[in-house]
């Protein structure tokens, strides 16, 4: 929504009446993010790693969330300027998408499964 009220705006559209989207689009990602795809990859390590190795994958983990956090933030500015900010946004979308489809095509259901139920899944 945001991506196209941004684009809607750019090509000159009167978006006066829609000043409101863009504050509630971010807070709705926002919130989303952190129920959903924020939070997946740590309830997914926590199911499908054997426990002596959660330790070093989960902090693996963390320092690649971390880092890519950064390398986003880093590069917002540079691709808002070659994207455009509604470029941007269908860009994230596209990947939260894709993200999707990965996680509800590739990772197994692991309720009420055991540890080495689970790994037998993954191969």
């Known amino acids: 929504m945001l991506a196209t009220y941004d684009y809607l705006r ?5 978006m006066d009446s829609l000043n409101w989207l863009p504050v509630v ?3 709705f990602v926002i919130f989303i993010a ?3 795809m924020m939070p997946m990859p740590f309830v997914v390590l926590s199911e499908l790693v054997p426990h ?3 330790g ?9 969330f971390a880092f890519s956090s950064f ?3 880093k590069l917002f500015a540079m691709l808002a300027e070659i994207l455009g900010l509604y470029g941007l946004f269908y860009m994230f979308s596209v990947s939260c998408l894709l993200s999707f489809i990965f996680y509800t095509i590739y990772i197994p ?3 009420g ?3 080495d139920e689970i790994i037998k899944l993954l191969k």
């Open 10 to 14: 750019h090509i000159g559209f009167d």
């Open 25 to 27: 689009s971010l807070s």
């Open 34 to 36: 952190t129920l959903g």
């Open 52 to 54: 002596h190795l959660r």
């Open 56 to 64: 070093i994958i989960t902090t693996i983990c963390i320092c690649w």
């Open 71 to 73: 390398i986003v933030v």
């Open 109 to 111: 259901e692991t309720k």
């Open 113 to 115: 499964k055991s540890i």
